[in-house]
């Protein structure tokens, strides 16, 4: 039974469809949201989900169906026209401009003027007031570029309020947050809807439907398959099956680890971050073969310096890496990936794909010149390693020529996944593998990677994610501001104890 606040009704949509060329995005889809409720969308990567919101938000218009907004049908245009409506949108990757403040950014294109010159002192008084007022504190004279991640999808959702937003769209709003901004975020999105507010978020996270949202609407393959008016009701392995069509494995399976010799060592790493600043201090670790070690932390204490060292992208300030005892330090990223390394990067986007590549050309990025005969690409050769990257690591669609950009998240995770597994590295770096992916995605990715390890590869994870390394690793380091502060067998990890050690408390126990 829905709750009686839930019976005012603010959006209904109707038999929304929407194609792109033949592929049927959305299926006449229905979906109502009444006023003062969070409504999740559920689905797997590529599932629609974004496109349905885009449609409500102006960015696309729909083929079929319409749309009821506070009780009257509407044709919204564009954003400008969702935005003078209340509708605001919070997208996953953010719009924001680096070098301006956070005032600027909020007020970019409706800026106060005084005397028809902009008056800045008024923007950043409206910021700093509309920030206290709903709990998003956030300094209205900073620099994005120097804000937290959290921090700027404060100002993102800020920037829709001051629009006048009364239903804000999230798509996938904790996607690259920390376990402590996911939390932050969920008060912060029960205030704003005790003040008035409605929200829907866009998310593939069993966890956080559950504990955030009043009614879920769970999307599969573009067609909407239930609406759920009481998500607690329901257990995260139910969700998950809604999500995908069949039951899903949410425990990592694994029989114990048999390491041997040491493939990776790491002897004393320092560096400098991108400011100049020292990001990692004395950093020692190894990694035997047939192991999964995870190293812990909250984002920004040195685990994307570590990688970048490792991978030849950063400038070691001391200290040594070595593989099999062959030095790495000093090599270019293409001599230390021929020397046996494999790179799962954080950020697929900006070094793990070219999104305008086709699927084959992606396969065989760092062997092009494995891929050449006479300095020409053997086409054939490339179709065959993307064949069999599709077939083993099941992309979708199964098309080698299908551009990297029109793929899902998880599905291009699968082809950098695919790439890195086929070359055969001893040693392979998985750094937040599973970032941004559906449950059907990571429970694919968390076997591959177990896999690699029962074949005797040696394997670097590194998560945001306290679930993730607590699953898959058998060792685990903790980093905090720089250092490794504590290592443990998998098997005494607890959430707690990482917990206090990624906050650099009890360091020595």
């Given amino acids: 039974m829905v709750p009686p606040f839930l019976s005012n009704m603010l959006l209904k949509l109707t038999g929304i469809t929407k194609r792109f060329g033949s592929l049927v995005a959305n299926d006449s889809i229905d979906l109502e949201v009444s006023k003062g409720e969070i409504h999740a969308l559920l689905g797997e990567n590529g599932a629609g989900k974004s496109t349905l919101m885009n449609l409500l938000y102006g960015l696309y218009t729909p083929d079929e169906g319409t749309m009821e907004w506070k009780g009257e049908q509407v044709n919204i245009r564009d954003p400008r026209h969702a935005i003078s409506l209340g509708i605001g949108m919070v997208h996953q990757h953010f719009m924001l401009v680096p070098v301006f403040t956070v005032a600027e950014n909020i007020v970019l294109g409706t800026e106060p003027t005084a005397g028809g010159a902009i008056d800045m002192k008024r923007a950043i008084a409206d910021v700093r007031k509309l920030s206290e007022q709903y709990g998003l504190a956030v300094d209205p004279e900073a620099k994005v570029e120097s804000i937290s991640v959290g921090q700027q999808q404060r100002v993102e959702i800020l920037k829709a309020l001051y629009r006048g937003a009364e239903l804000l769209i999230l798509d996938e709003p904790t996607a690259v947050l920390t376990p402590q901004e996911v939390l932050e975020l969920g008060e912060i999105m029960k205030s704003l809807v005790a003040q008035g507010k409605t929200i829907i978020i866009i998310t593939h996270k069993l966890k956080e439907v559950r504990h955030l949202a009043d009614r879920v609407s769970v999307i599969r393959r573009g067609r909407k398959v239930a609406t759920v008016d009481d998500p607690r009701a329901k257990s995260e392995r139910e969700l998950a099956a809604l999500m995908v069509g069949r039951d899903v494995t949410l425990k990592v399976e694994k029989g114990a680890a048999n390491p041997s010799e040491v493939v990776l060592q790491v002897e004393g790493l320092s560096a400098k971050n991108h400011r100049g600043v020292e990001a990692l201090k004395s950093v ?42 062959k030095e790495l330090t000093g090599l270019t990223p293409g001599a230390i990936r021929d020397s046996g390394l494999g790179h799962i990067p954080e950020d697929r986007h900006a070094r793990g794909m070219v999104l305008d590549f086709t699927v ?21 050769r490339m179709k065959q390693r993307a064949a069999d990257a599709i077939k083993h690591f099941d992309v979708r669609p199964p098309e080698p020529e299908y551009l990297g950009r029109k793929l899902s998240g998880g599905n291009q995770q699968k082809v950098i996944i695919g790439r890195e597994v086929l070359r055969g590295p001893d040693f392979l770096i998985a750094a937040q593998p599973t970032r941004g992916l559906d449950v059907g995605a990571i429970e694919f990715i968390h076997k591959r990677l177990v896999a690699e390890r029962d074949a005797g590869k040696a394997v670097l994870l590194v998560s945001l994610e306290l679930d993730e390394v607590m699953a898959l690793a058998d060792r685990i380091l903790v980093m905090y501001k720089g250092e490794v502060v504590a290592e443990m067998p998998a098997s005494e990890a607890t959430e707690e104890k990482l917990g206090l050690l990624m906050a650099g408390g009890a360091v020595n126990a």
């Avoid at 070690?293 to 204490?301: F, L």
């Avoid at 084959?360 to 054939?380: H, K, P, V």
């Fill in 284 to 325: 020692s670790l190894s990694v035997r073969k047939g192991e999964i070690v995870g190293i812990a932390g909250v984002d920004g204490n040195g685990q994307t310096e570590l990688i970048e060292c490792m991978t030849g992208l950063r400038r070691v300030a001391g200290g040594k890496v070595r593989l099999h005892g």
């Fill in 360 to 380: 084959a050309e992606n396969s065989i990025l760092g062997e092009q010149r494995q891929f050449s005969r006479f300095g020409f690409l053997d086409f054939g």
